[in-house]
């Protein structure tokens, strides 16, 4: 999440009660998770096996529950509870605001576009010209729709990330991470019916132009998904995924966090994709493999109850 304008970090300090050691005079420009954090970040870490990759990021300002050294040019903010913290600078800097109107006065929408009834368009979402919003579209706030997309009945874009903290001691185990992030939808998208796709936790999950989601698809928090993909009906991307330009993910493709697909791949129906592949290969199978040798694979597997029967049936003679 971008702020509005730079904040010092002493007014964060003061906001979340933080003893602040190192640059004091510095300004945050936003806060972000560890892996999409930029200079001029606020990042919060809370448990010690992620410490040192936190203040070696490239976050300018570090929320944390621990004292330590503090590298040239950053500040650590020290607070009892980092979650915490990140959840009073969000709920601070990007409250949510209840919109009573099916189409919020803040909302700017294109010359061109039409916006059927039973739409829903939140707090400050732009949506550029020529576009179509079908009934019973959802567009939640801070939502960026370019020019001529088109969004199919019942969709939801800008839904909170299936995002959560863990501790365990406290009564309810999984406290949920409240987004403030994007879904930046790029020129000629298409949307089909009834998709889902969550909004950055932090940063922004973004569809790239040209790219087409058939019906009944799911896109995780914080994945980026390139130009001109095509991603038939069921797919279900997690969060933080990267996905080059050109990918074909057919129907019921699964596809796990945190991992990228490279440019011009092509995954067959019902397959797995468990981690990171490479671009210009089709691929099949869970987890999934190049096609062709699984096909192969496939072939050989049939093959099992007559090898298995010549063995035998050797066995017989010889005994």
Known sequence: ???????????????????????????????????????????????????????????????????????????????????????????????????????????????????????????????????????????????VIGDDVVIQAGSVIGSDAFYYNKKTNRAVHYKRMESCGRVILENAVEIGANCTIDRGVTHDTVIGAGTKLDNLVHIGHDTVVG???????????????????????WGQVGVSKTLTIGKNAVVLAQSGVASTIAGDTTYFGTPVQDAREKRRELVW????????????GKGEKTS
């Open 227 to 249: 130009k001109n993909c095509l991603f038939a009906a069921q797919v279900a991307i997690a969060g933080a995924v990267y996905i080059e330009d050109n990918v074909i993910l």
């Open 301 to 312: 597997v049939k093959r099992i109850p007559q090898l298995w029967e010549k063995v035998m």
């Open 1 to 143: 999440m971008r702020f509005e304008q730079p904040v010092p970090v002493t007014t964060i300090a003061a906001l979340i009660g933080a003893e602040l050691t190192g640059n004091s005079e510095g300004l945050a420009t936003g806060i972000n998770e560890i892996h999409k954090v930029e200079t001029g970040d606020l990042v919060f870490v809370d448990h010690p096996k992620y410490y040192d990759t936190c203040i070696r990021s490239a976050a300018s300002f570090i929320i944390i529950n621990a004292r330590t050294d503090v590298p040239e040019g950053k500040a650590l903010l020290v607070v009892d509870e980092p979650f915490e913290a990140y959840l009073k600078i969000v709920r601070h800097y990007r409250p949510f605001n209840p919109s009573p109107k099916m189409i919020s006065d803040t909302a700017v929408i294109g010359e061109g576009s039409v916006i059927m009834p039973g739409a829903f368009v939140g707090n400050r979402v732009h949506i550029g010209k020529n576009c179509v919003i079908h009934p019973n579209v959802s567009i939640l706030d801070h939502c």
